[in-house]
């Protein structure tokens, strides 16, 4: 009981020493493993991040990639990473934030990457996330769909596939259900 109270003096004297300026605010485990895993990030030249509530909350951001190969050429497709307390033990929540036509993101913007689910150990880092959701865009997997009509369409039909695709991400429609404008 008497180290608790001396814990206190000491805390006190330090927030009384820091001549007015903020306390600094503790961290958690999982925010400086967040804080490590975004300052040792090796973005491509496609990608982006960004901090809409600022740099001080690192666990909400997005990501922003414009893919340079393949069916979603050109296109622009942000997503939103949310970083749950337990992590690195649980795997970040991901969501595309325009609706895209892909095999393997649904039209809530659910992504399906083994990363994030089954395959997700605390040894991964953002950095792998990041490239497997660069790696969807340049080879879509139509066997671990969200989006089973377009994982049916890249199987049987590739070419019409990508015209689909190329259609969709003008703004267009496919059965009733418009996606965003993505160039």
């Not at 809530?108 to 953002?126: A, F, H, M, Q, T």
Request: charged letters at 25%; proline letters at 8%.
């Amino acid at each position: 009981m008497i180290n608790l109270f001396k814990v206190k003096e000491k805390q006190k004297e330090a927030a009384e020493n820091a001549e007015g300026k903020p306390p600094i605010k503790e961290q958690t485990a999982s925010q400086l493993r967040l804080h490590r895993d975004i300052s040792e990030l090796t973005l491509p030249p496609i990608c982006t991040i960004e901090f809409p509530n600022g740099k001080d909350d690192l666990m909400h951001f997005e990501v922003t990639i414009k893919p340079d190969e393949g069916y979603y050429n050109e296109g622009t497709f942000p997503f939103t990473f949310e970083i749950p307390i337990l992590y690195p033990h649980d795997a970040p929540k991901v969501k595309c934030k325009v609706k895209v036509y892909h095999p393997n993101i649904d039209l809530e913007g659910n992504v399906c990457l083994n990363i994030l689910r089954e395959d997700w150990k605390p040894v991964l880092n953002i950095n792998a996330v990041i490239y497997g959701l660069i790696h969807l865009f340049t080879e879509p997997n139509h066997e671990d769909p969200l989006n089973h009509e377009a994982a049916e369409e890249l199987r049987d039909k590739p070419w019409s596939f990508g015209q689909t695709v190329g259609r969709t991400m003008w703004g267009g429609h496919v059965h009733d259900v418009y996606f965003d404008r993505v160039l």
